[in-house]
């Protein structure tokens, strides 16, 4: 990650990042599949993803929730994890939509930015739950706490890409 100081507001950073790995699934207890680019629809969600706005099908569809159109995980914290707890996951096994490096999610909450041509504000991090121990058969929810990735909401739609910048609006 790039870290550079504003001139100013010398109390805020600059950073810059890319997308690594783009997810999606069109129900609840599929598995996720790999996609090297995403079409997002401002104020719905991912076409074909199992929480697009109007087409739910996924585990908290009877949660509805603007702001889980699009969520968002680092490589860093899968990295951590294996670090940390010893246990190995694949970026496609987070069930998070896109995996990025460079993007300190945690400190983006209620921040627009920039993922590739669409722009996206951040609503809340987004929180484990033990359904995903489930599905993987990994003990992943204590690893996972305070590191599972952030939810956000489209402002501008577009395509992303594999390879795209993540940057500040």
């Known amino acids: 990650m ?13 950073w810059s990042g890319v997308v690594c790995h783009l997810h999606r699934t069109p129900r609840a207890f599929l598995p996720m599949r790999e996609f090297q680019s995403l079409t997002l629809v401002e104020g719905h969600g991912i076409e074909g993803d199992r929480y697009f706005i109007g087409h739910e099908t996924g585990f908290y569809s009877h949660k509805p929730e603007e702001g889980r159109q699009v969520t968002l995980f680092e490589m860093e914290a899968l990295e951590a994890i294996k670090r940390d707890y010893g246990i190995e996951m694949a970026p496609v096994e987070h069930r998070r939509n896109v995996t990025v490096r460079g993007v300190p999610l945690n400190h983006l909450v209620h921040k627009r930015f920039w993922l590739g041509e669409c722009l996206l504000e951040s609503t809340r991090l987004s929180t484990p739950c033990r359904h995903i121990e489930e599905i ?34």
Do not use: E, Q, W, Y
Request: charge should be positive.
């Open 136 to 169: 993987l058969g990994k003990k992943v929810f204590d690893p996972m706490v305070h590191r599972s990735g952030l939810n956000c909401k489209i402002i501008k739609g577009g395509v992303v890409n594999v390879g795209d910048s993540v940057r500040p609006a």
């Open 2 to 14: 790039t870290l550079l100081a504003h001139a100013s507001d010398d109390t805020s950073t600059t």
